[in-house]
């Protein structure tokens, strides 16, 4: 029965993805990415928590860790590799004070999300075959306005979710 | 007939252990907080997302902010005061760094949700007749374990929120 339930939920996604693409509305028209050919997924933004995180440095961002229902499932039931039609997105936003909030507190505690970064979505979507060769995950990056990260961008994601090849390639754990 | 009897104890014990987490996750059944009289909706973990933070200080959580489906359409509306109905979930998971993140990166940059503290749940209910005396919200606070805060504790919710009246008492906005 799981087994009929994930290939549904797999069978949806797909759907929901070509669907997608034959509309004409939202960002249907967005460009696909080079070397994965991914588009944005339609209502990523409804998708389910998987996780929050806070990287400094350079990328000095905050970020949601959203996935669909087929990534959901598989996180909740510890289930590796994830199945084909996974889809986890990951939103970022510039890591911001709050003055407002810290006006409140008395004390500078408060960070939020600010202004969307270049590399403001990034997906990876599984397909065992199709992107066999790295992993079976294809990887994906948009900015803020839907544009797509060019070639030498994306040819960067493979390599550094390889070390986590005993997750699955992904970094991120379920927040319980 | 012993690993029969063997396997029937063995199925039994998953049976428990099944049965146990439907109702762990159902929680239904735990205790309103004082006060308010608000108990943990279900299925709230799967509810929208409205924005992430970071607080540091005392709290030193990442949280994420969810919303029922009245919240998320008020919020992308615009549209204030939030209508009756509306719930806000605030999850929070203490502030830790990620050993098997940096590991790759090579430095210390990755912060991800370690274990959930005791303020980690708190949620916002709209009932403009029911909760008039602090501003049409009710709110409650309950442990990783399901324990609700006590009053006392509850008594310094609205006085908190109350300098954001403007913002129909909410703190977060909504992360685009």
């Known amino acids: 029965m799981k087994r009929i339930a994930l290939l549904l939920v797999a069978i949806a996604a797909v759907a929901g993805v070509v669907t997608f693409t ?5 960002r249907a028209d967005e460009d696909a990415v080079p070397i994965f050919g991914i ?3 339609p209502g990523y933004r409804d998708w389910k928590l998987i996780s929050v995180a806070h990287e400094e440095g350079n990328l000095n961002d905050l970020r949601a860790i959203l996935g669909n229902d087929a990534a959901i499932m598989a996180y909740r039931e510890g289930k590796l590799p994830f199945p084909d039609g996974t889809i986890i997105a990951r939103l970022a936003w ?3 004070p709050s003055e407002e909030n810290n006006k409140v507190f008395g004390r500078r505690q408060s960070f939020v999300p600010g202004p969307q970064p270049d590399w403001y979505l990034q997906l990876m979507v599984k397909d065992s075959r199709k992107y066999a060769a790295t992993g079976g995950w294809g990887f994906a990056q948009f900015d803020k ?4 990260a060019d070639e030498a961008m994306l040819k960067t994601c493979f390599p550094c979710h390889e070390p986590v090849k005993a997750r699955d390639f992904v970094f991120t754990h379920y927040a319980p």
Request: hydrophobic share 25%.
């Open 145 to 148: 306005s839907g544009k797509p």
């Open 94 to 96: 510039s890591y911001v």
């Open 22 to 26: 034959a509309r004409a509305s939202g």
């Open 39 to 41: 588009k944005i997924p």
